[in-house]
């Protein structure tokens, strides 16, 4: 199993920057792809970015692209979500997980989950 733990999240304002962290820990040489994900309130989750754990490949939601930015750090098996320029609308539960098998942007193609960190933004 793979182990996720976020955090970083907070409330600021619209505009402001936030960089959340996810560390990994247990089986994380099964992982394949890290990604990060959003809930609203009565909102379904939706997909917000993922990276392949080698590099070189990153996917992000047509909402956030140009705004927030994936990396990871493979000797902290740490991935990151640098998030500029906030909105309301970014308001959410952000959520971090992992794929044993192949980049994606669906939640389905993610095994392990962790348990969320909140992000809110004012106006």
């Known amino acids: 199993q793979v182990q996720l733990v976020e955090s970083g999240g907070g409330l600021v304002q619209t505009g402001d920057s936030l960089r959340l962290s996810c560390a990994a820990s247990g089986r994380t040489f099964s992982i394949y792809a890290m990604g990060w994900f959003r809930q609203a309130p009565g909102k379904e989750r939706e997909f917000v970015t993922s990276i392949r754990w080698t590099g070189g490949l990153a996917f992000y939601a047509d909402s956030v692209k140009g705004r927030f930015t994936i990396s990871r750090d493979n000797g902290k098996n740490t991935v990151y979500l640098q998030m500029n320029s906030l909105k309301p609308e970014d308001t959410a539960v952000y959520y971090c997980?992992?794929?044993?098998?192949?980049?994606?942007?669906?939640?389905?193609?993610?095994?392990?989950w962790g348990q969320g960190t909140q992000v809110t933004v004012s106006s």
């Open positions: 997980a992992t794929s044993s098998r192949v980049i994606s942007r669906l939640k389905r193609d993610f095994e392990y």
